[in-house]
């Protein structure tokens, strides 16, 4: 008989859990955080000032949660698979560890990064590619109390550069390099030109990846094999850290041209990822979960990581990507290690069901439970194929809303236990307490609602601060509703209570479930030759749910076209990524500005739509003209 891992396994236990961290968090949180090794308990369960914003969970306790991760489970069942790594190639062999065998991993390479001088609370730059050793060096940061800063594997060497910046880190771990859909990526050139501008960092450690061979610098970059070997193997156990000590950080993009550092703390993030795993997942003792996500990602570190190991689970890490060789690839894997719990992204959903449904032909999928999706709204089309043809309408989905912020999941069904519904991420987990507000910044009791998406109450999972910043984390989330948190998303609840997620309402675009800031596409198309300025904006995109949408203004309109198109792609590439290019061009004569210089990006959005008849009152700009010249020549 399975056995599962969920406290919530009834709708009725539900609500009445939901009530009860609402009206005494100290509590139900004090409660469930018993079930955790704790070097020493707490003295108080949660202090919050949203205002501040000054927010402790757990204070005065000590814990490591690789502790909780790793060894309590390598004592419990050490014969247990851990980690699934399945390569990029469906020829080369897939690899298991043992909850046995990840703890000695992670106690060598945390053994090593002391033995290197990484002390609790400095920063580690991670930039591998989705490899055993990624989890490995995240897990082993921990272990000692270093900060992990892990960089998503498409970003730039100005990318990583900026961020290696903020965080301020001495040190990379990275690789020779990657494989992409049948392609050898190099990664350790991209670190050696972000490391040209960071002079700070004074140690590589590099893994070879003996396909892809690159250049070491002597003195600087360090052969991750020999280093481990040389390691003072009794140097590796778990740092006693504070609950509010720094566990990583996490950039990502918002509202301004400049990535945020959000800032996560040991208890409070361990005890959320716990608690939202084993319940929206409805986890039994024994499964294997596949998270999609890039470890790069909040969805990697929470779920492919952190909370699947927290509830002792398999977790399965998957190299690839959906559609090499074919669009049988993810099938496949589910089959081959039989997959109970999959977990993705509607962009990925979408990609498969353009892609046909004779690639389903030949797949078994019985073995699947639950899916999930996460990072984007998923259109009611993509939820019914998904439901149908992957989950062959018995496998509840979770349509699971969340932000790296948020450190975990917040609004979703809990599966087979409160309703799925398509296209929404219906209730709000325990300790979730959310409103939505109108334009004039007043809450909407009542149901149907409609508005922007709050949430009340501080939660264990929620970030801490910004890097180095905390100010801008005052600005960006509590000062548009003091005291309260804003999401930055737009959401309709319908007259049972459930939410709808509507999308951002700020100037974040979610691009194949990325999260990209308009502000930082501009500034990399204005740093293309002879480029005066840009505006970027969302339209919906068939595969990706949005894509990016570039309005630019050249001093002398190009000579041609095509260069030009391939220069701005090309600056974009450099300064943030592949991942931000836009997907379309238009060039024109002026932006729609207000007569104190705003750009009107809402007519800007409309015209990107083609929703060109409703443009709205375009008497305040300070040139009417402008509008109609963009509209005539937009894009299709
Ligand atoms: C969006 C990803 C609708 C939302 C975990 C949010 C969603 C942003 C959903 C955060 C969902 C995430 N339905 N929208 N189920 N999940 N989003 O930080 O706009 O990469 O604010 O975290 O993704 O993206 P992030």
Not at 62 to 85: G, K, M, V
Not at 137 to 157: D, E, K, M, N, T
Not at 598 to 603: E, G, N, P, S, T
Not at 607 to 622: F, H, P, R, V, Y
Request: proline share 6%; with cysteine; net charge negative.
């Amino acid at each position: 008989m399975p056995s599962s891992a969920a406290l919530l396994q009834t709708q009725a236990y539900y609500s009445t859990a939901w009530a009860a961290a609402a009206a005494d968090p100290a509590r139900f949180w004090g409660d469930y955080a018993r079930q955790f090794v704790w070097r020493k308990p707490w003295q108080t369960v949660y202090q919050a000032d949203l205002a501040k914003p000054d927010i402790a969970w757990f204070s005065g306790a000590e814990l490591n949660i690789t502790e909780n991760c790793l060894d309590r489970w390598a004592q419990l069942q050490p014969d247990a698979p851990a980690l699934i790594w399945e390569p990029s190639h469906p020829d080369d062999a897939a690899k298991t560890y043992t909850y046995g065998q990840l703890l000695s991993e992670v106690t060598r390479l945390a053994a090593a990064l002391r033995g290197l001088g990484v002390q609790r609370g400095d920063r580690v730059c991670i930039y591998l590619p989705m490899i055993p050793e990624l989890a490995f060096a995240v897990l082993a940061c921990a272990r000692i109390g270093a900060v992990h800063s892990v960089v998503f594997g498409g970003f730039s060497p100005k990318s990583v550069a900026d961020r290696l910046q903020d965080a301020g880190a001495k040190i990379v771990l990275t690789a020779t390099g990657g494989h992409r859909a049948g392609k050898p990526i190099q990664l350790k050139n991209i670190v050696d030109e972000a490391l040209l501008s960071c002079p700070g960092v004074s140690q590589v450690l590099v893994l070879n990846v003996p396909a892809i061979p690159a250049p070491m610098q002597p003195g600087r970059d360090l052969d991750w094999a020999t280093t481990l070997a040389d390691a003072d193997a009794n140097q590796g156990y778990a740092e006693p850290m504070e609950a509010e000590d720094m566990l990583f950080i996490l950039y990502t993009s918002g509202s301004t041209g400049k990535p945020k550092g959000v800032v996560h703390t040991c208890a409070g993030y361990m005890v959320w990822a716990h608690f939202t795993f084993t319940n929206v997942f409805q986890y039994q003792r024994g499964q294997v979960f596949f998270c999609t996500a890039d470890v790069g990602w909040i969805t990697g570190h929470s779920y492919l990581l952190y909370g699947s190991l927290l509830a002792g689970a398999t977790t399965l890490m998957f190299e690839g990507v959906p559609t090499w060789p074919t669009p049988a690839r993810f099938w496949q894997v589910i089959d081959r290690h039989k997959v109970d719990i999959f977990y993705t992204a509607p962009t990925a959903i979408r990609s498969l069901m353009a892609a046909g449904d004779e690639h389903l032909q030949g797949a078994d999928l019985g073995s699947l439970k639950v899916l999930g999706s996460v990072g984007e709204p998923i259109n009611e089309e993509a939820w019914h194929w998904y439901h149908r043809n992957i989950g062959k309408g018995r496998c509840p989905i979770v349509d699971t809303w969340w932000q790296t912020e948020t450190g975990g999941i917040m609004i979703s069904p809990l599966a087979g236990v409160t309703p799925s519904i398509p296209a929404h991420a219906t209730l709000p987990l325990p300790g979730v307490v959310p409103m939505l507000i109108d334009e004039h910044g007043a809450e909407v009791t009542g149901n149907p609602a409609q508005g922007n998406l709050v949430i009340k109450q501080a939660w264990p999972g929620m970030m801490r601060t910004t890097y180095g910043d905390h100010e801008r984390f005052r600005q960006t989330y509590f000062s548009a509703y003091p005291g309260q948190y804003f999401t930055g998303d737009g959401a309709m609840r319908d007259a049972d209570g459930n939410y709808r997620i509507t999308g951002r309402v700020d100037d974040v675009i979610n691009v194949s479930g990325h999260r990209i800031g308009t502000a930082e596409v501009e500034n990399a198309i204005n740093a293309a030759d002879g480029v005066t300025e840009s505006a970027v904006v969302g339209r919906p995109h068939d595969i990706k749910g949005q894509g990016l949408y570039a309005y630019v203004v050249y001093a002398n309109p190009p000579q041609d076209h095509v260069v030009a198109h391939a220069q701005i792609l090309a600056e974009v590439t450099k300064q943030i990524g592949a991942i931000a290019k836009p997907d379309w061009i238009q060039f024109v004569p002026g932006l729609p500005k207000t007569r104190s210089g705003k750009i009107m990006r809402r007519i800007l959005r409309k015209i990107a739509e083609g929703d060109t008849a409703n443009l709205g009152d375009t008497s305040t700009l300070l040139d009417p003209a402008v509008v109609d010249a963009i509209a005539q020549h937009r894009l299709t």
